[in-house]
């Protein structure tokens, strides 16, 4: 149902004869740039599925508010989810969530392999998606599991390493319709808030790649993105990447990503 | 049994137990250390009286810190892994 918008606009005075300059209409409400995205997503042919559509629960009262974005954050969902039904993988990861005491769902929109864009928490308060820096950033998960082989350094990761050396790929493709999908949600997404774009890439070995990534989003170019591996998409773990695979160096081939601002 | 405890972590996703020697005999076994995931830290003057409980045990049996809680150094000191 749509809300009513709060505007505020300038009187002006027209003398007969005289052209009626432009008055700027501002916008400062919230609830209407949330239904702004929705509408845009939606105009471009992309099913959104809101809150209450998937059953989401209750976020905790009184969460922290957030605005004014400018980074967006791309993750996938972990090694125990697939491509599945999108409104129980929502649950799953909100029931996940919730039970380690986050206020809510962390990411604000979730894309199953279909294309669906599941809204999250909602778009007004701060996710919590990439630690110590979730101020101003907007959490996105692909639905499905996109890690590469070695990652999580188990028996899984070795059995999974051992198939590859055989040539058996483990390693899922990103769909074409999720991409698409990412896409247009971050056109819409940008529409309203990102001036600059901000890129979370892993910690891909290959320079070049990197590079085609990096070149590839900011240029919106779906042939390119479809084209690329999924190990780009992994959530920031750590400030200090050095340090991190000197502490810890089961995981140093895991997903340290790292933040590329656009000119 | 007094001294083993665990907590659950969000790693790349997927929520993984830690398991860990407690610093001081219990027979709790499950903590929460909840800046062990992606959110913000927390602000001292917002914690729960439920969160400050469960930042307090963790601190004391994980970390063998004893702490109140009183200032956002305190939150800083026990959210160590």
């Known amino acids: 149902m749509a809300a009513s918008f709060a505007t505020q606009a300038t009187a002006q005075e027209i003398k007969p004869g005289e052209f009626m300059c432009p008055i700027p ?46 980074m967006i954050a791309l993750h ?6 697939s491509c599945t039904p999108g409104a129980e993988q929502m649950q799953e990861i909100q029931k996940g969530h919730l039970s380690q ?34 101020t101003g950033l907007i959490g996105i998960v692909l639905l499905e599991n996109l890690t590469t082989p070695e990652e999580g350094g188990d028996w899984v990761a070795k059995g999974r390493v051992a198939l590859d050396s055989i040539g058996y790929s483990t390693t899922n493709v990103i769909p074409k319709e999720q991409i698409v999908s990412l896409m247009h949600l971050i056109d819409a997404l940008k529409s309203v808030f990102l ?49 991190f695979n000197r502490s810890n160096p089961r995981r140093s081939n895991r997903a340290l990503c790292r933040l590329l601002r656009s000119d | 049994m007094l001294y083993v405890g665990y907590y659950e972590a969000i790693e790349d ?19 929460y250390n909840i800046h062990a995931n992606d959110g913000e830290i927390r602000k001292v003057e917002r914690l729960t009286a439920e969160e400050r409980g469960w930042i307090i045990d963790y601190c004391r049996y994980r970390l063998g810190i004893d702490t109140d809680l009183k200032t956002q150094d305190d939150v800083e000191m026990c959210r160590k892994k």
């Open chain 2, 13 to 31: 996703g997927d929520i993984e137990t830690i398991v860990f020697i407690k610093k001081h005999p219990t027979f709790q076994m499950k903590f």
């Open chain 1, 101 to 134: 005491k986050y206020d809510d769902i962390g990411y604000h929109y979730g894309i199953d392999c279909t294309g669906q864009v599941f809204e999250g928490r909602d778009i007004r308060l701060q996710g919590s998606s990439v630690l110590k820096y979730n």
């Open chain 1, 25 to 70: 209409v501002a916008v400062n409400d919230r609830v209407a740039t949330r239904e702004a995205i929705i509408k845009r997503v939606r105009d471009l042919k992309v099913t959104f599925v809101e809150r209450s559509s998937w059953k989401a629960l209750d976020g905790k009262k009184d969460m922290v508010k957030d605005w004014d974005y400018t």
């Open chain 1, 195 to 243: 001036s600059r774009i901000l890129v979370v890439t892993g910690n891909i070995q290959d320079k070049a790649l990197k590079e085609k990534f990096v070149l590839a989003t900011l240029e919106w170019s779906w042939s390119e993105i479809s084209e690329l591996k999924p190990n780009c998409f992994h959530r920031r773990r750590h400030s200090n990447e050095k340090a």
């Open chain 1, 76 to 81: 996938h969902a972990g090694r125990s989810h």
